[in-house]
């Protein structure tokens, strides 16, 4: 005969059974939600611009052998530096108002370690220059001359930069413009690229000329580690283009990696950081600026001021030319 202390063991060990058993139901159901969740696009490799096609090509030749973000995202973004025809980054840009092709860069690996180079004259691959401070120094960020002694140091050549084509349009701006820097919402100013590789790992890179006719020693945010690019393994990685100082007034990149940490997707993070520039300013005339981003699971999105900000993509499956939705319709 079962005693009432009986009765209520049994009971006892009835109930967690029911609740064991639902448990690893839910559990097994959490666990296939996660699987389709965490399903990562790799190896991607994004890109400011539709100069980041090309450069896109070039970084893709590593990412599909297997190669890491870091030599894709230098080896891509090299293709722009080295163009004559490009105005806005290495060989080719515009000079600042006193005639000069300053160059500013940065890169980031997946274990945050970071290099970066600004102000720095006559060579014409900057992002290599800056590679070699993060790996062959304790430093981030050289700038000007001691950038330059630098780089010959690791065996980069002089190179003269001002291309005839971008003297010829210095020489034009220098007889009606008032001695200002060019400022439109349509610059194309920078190459920033970000990829993720086989074994999950994030790299950035972004390299400017920086702003067409710019006061002598003016950097912007593109070699500017959290401004112009930041990138975080356990996150994503963000980078900008556009007005520097807007970007650096609100630490951009990584807001933008800060914001995917806390839930935001890479098109809901980049919009959120353009938002928080546009309350930022009172005056928005011809202030265009555009992030990108790309998470650790390979999704990527962008974001920007003024319409006309688009990015290249390249996956196994694509490749093709993103544009971007944007916070105002008109500069005025």
């Known amino acids: 005969m079962k005693t009432r202390r009986d009765f209520i063991k049994l009971s006892a060990l009835g109930s967690a059974a029911v609740l064991t058993n639902s448990c690893l139901a839910s559990e097994k159901e959490n666990n296939k939600k996660k699987t389709s969740q965490n399903k990562i696009t790799k190896p991607i490799v994004i890109s400011t611009w539709n100069h980041g096609v090309e450069a896109n090509a070039s970084a893709w030749k590593i990412l599909n052998k297997g190669g890491t973000s870091l030599n894709a995202v230098e080896a891509g973004v090299r ?18 108002r006193d005639g000069f092709v300053t160059l500013d860069a940065c890169i980031m690996n997946h274990e945050n370690e970071c290099g970066a180079v600004a102000f720095l004259q006559d060579i014409e691959n900057p992002i290599s220059v800056a590679r ?18 630098f780089a010959i ?23 009606q413009s008032k001695y ?24 950035g890179a ?31 990685a963000a980078c900008a283009t556009g007005m520097g100082e807007a970007v650096i007034r609100i630490a951009g990149s990584a807001i933008v990696v800060e914001l995917m940490r806390n839930g ?10 353009v938002n928080r520039i546009v309350k930022k300013h009172k005056d928005l005339t011809n202030l265009q600026v555009g992030f990108l981003a790309l998470n650790n699971h390979g999704e990527h999105g962008g974001y920007s001021v003024y319409k006309g900000f688009n990015y290249a993509l390249q996956t196994n499956t694509q490749n093709e030319m993103i544009d971007t939705k944007f916070n105002k319709k008109s500069t005025r």
């Not at 060019?182 to 790992?201: P, Q, W």
């Not at 400017?208 to 975080?232: C, E, N, Q």
């Not at 890479?266 to 959120?272: D, F, G, L, V």
């Open 79 to 96: 293709v722009t530096e080295s163009d004559p025809n490009n105005s806005s980054v290495g060989i080719g840009g515009l000079p600042d």
């Open 132 to 149: 070699k401070v993060m790996e062959d120094t304790k430093h981030v960020l050289l700038v000007g001359e001691g950038a330059k002694q």
């Open 264 to 273: 935001l997707s890479p098109y809901e993070a980049c919009k959120e950081a």
């Open 206 to 236: 972004c390299t400017t000329s920086g702003m067409a006719y710019k006061l002598h020693g003016r950097v912007g945010d593109s070699p500017i580690i959290g401004a112009g690019l930041f990138v975080d393994n356990e996150v994503g």
């Open 180 to 203: 200002q820097p060019v400022i439109n919402s349509e610059n194309h100013d920078t190459i920033g690229m970000l990829a993720l590789d086989e074994k999950g790992n994030l790299s």
């Open 153 to 175: 140091e690791k065996g980069f050549k002089e190179t003269n930069l001002l291309t005839e084509k971008s003297k010829v349009a210095w020489e034009k701006w220098k007889e």
